[in-house]
């Protein structure tokens, strides 16, 4: 690759991300991103509007939801703003941000200020399977996420068994990813991995990194369906 190539290829990322994860924008934006809880009552009762969002940014609650602990989110939800609104490219709402960035807090909070479409509960709950968080998924299965559902081309299954690729996320390990398919198998008792090639790279992975009881959990039901 030339020196020209690659030196377009390092802006286009960067672009990417610039627009993946927008700067805080105005003062009430970056207030909750820091999770400054007196800046944002100072604010508020300055007549910040709430669920401003500047041109590229995110909202106040989403900046919250993503990086502030859930007091900030509380906050600003008893001050009007929408749980439902989305933001950033993915035109997510606070639930799948919060999902997004692991925020655990946030997530169970959200699930119980607002009525979240189904669509994004169960992203919430493919990223959280594939992200190795069993906290998470505990929290979004008893909020109403379908651990059948299929989100964006992915499953939860697949997703905690082989990870998800993420700029944000790495894979968790054995322990934490057997957690999650032991949270789904118990919500889903009839879960399978598929005869699909991601289904079985995903099962691949897992023995790859030598995760023997999350095999021998998907082996079992495996074997179990074809009695």
């Known amino acids: 690759?030339?020196?020209?190539?690659?030196?377009?290829?390092?802006?286009?990322?960067?672009?990417?991300?610039?627009?993946?994860?927008?700067?805080?924008?105005?003062?009430?934006?970056?207030?909750?991103?820091?999770?400054?809880?007196?800046?944002?009552?100072?604010?508020?009762?300055?007549?910040?509007?709430?669920?401003?969002?500047?041109?590229?940014?995110?909202?106040?609650?989403?900046?919250?939801?993503?990086?502030?602990?859930?007091?900030?989110?509380?906050?600003?939800?008893?001050a009007g703003?929408?749980?439902?609104?989305?933001?950033?490219?993915?035109?997510?709402?606070?639930?799948?941000?919060a999902a997004h960035k692991g925020r655990t807090d946030n997530v169970a909070l959200l699930l119980g200020a607002a009525s979240f479409p189904a669509?994004?509960?169960?992203?919430?709950?493919?990223?959280a399977a594939g992200y190795g968080n069993p906290g998470m998924v505990r929290v979004l299965l008893a909020g109403g996420a379908d651990p059948r559902a299929e989100a964006k081309g992915a499953r939860a299954l697949p997703n905690a068994v082989g990870g998800a690729w993420d700029i944000d996320a790495r894979y968790q390990g054995c322990a934490a990813h057997t957690e999650v398919v032991k949270e789904l198998l118990a919500a889903a008792p009839d879960l399978r991995l598929g005869d699909d090639a991601a289904d079985q790279r995903a099962l691949a992975y897992a023995r790859k990194q030598g995760c023997d009881e999350m095999v021998a959990l998907i082996e079992t039901a495996g074997a179990s369906a074809r009695r």
């Open 1 to 78: 690759m030339s020196k020209l190539s690659g030196t377009v290829v390092v802006i286009a990322i960067l672009a990417l991300a610039s627009a993946c994860f927008p700067a805080p924008a105005t003062d009430l934006q970056r207030a909750a991103a820091s999770g400054n809880l007196p800046e944002l009552r100072r604010l508020l009762d300055g007549g910040a509007k709430v669920d401003d969002e500047a041109p590229g940014a995110f909202t106040a609650l989403v900046s919250a939801a993503r990086e502030a602990p859930s007091e900030s989110v509380r906050l600003l939800l008893d």
């Open 81 to 97: 703003a929408d749980p439902l609104r989305r933001a950033g490219v993915n035109g997510w709402t606070s639930l799948q941000h």
């Open 119 to 127: 669509a994004d509960r169960n992203d919430a709950l493919v990223m």
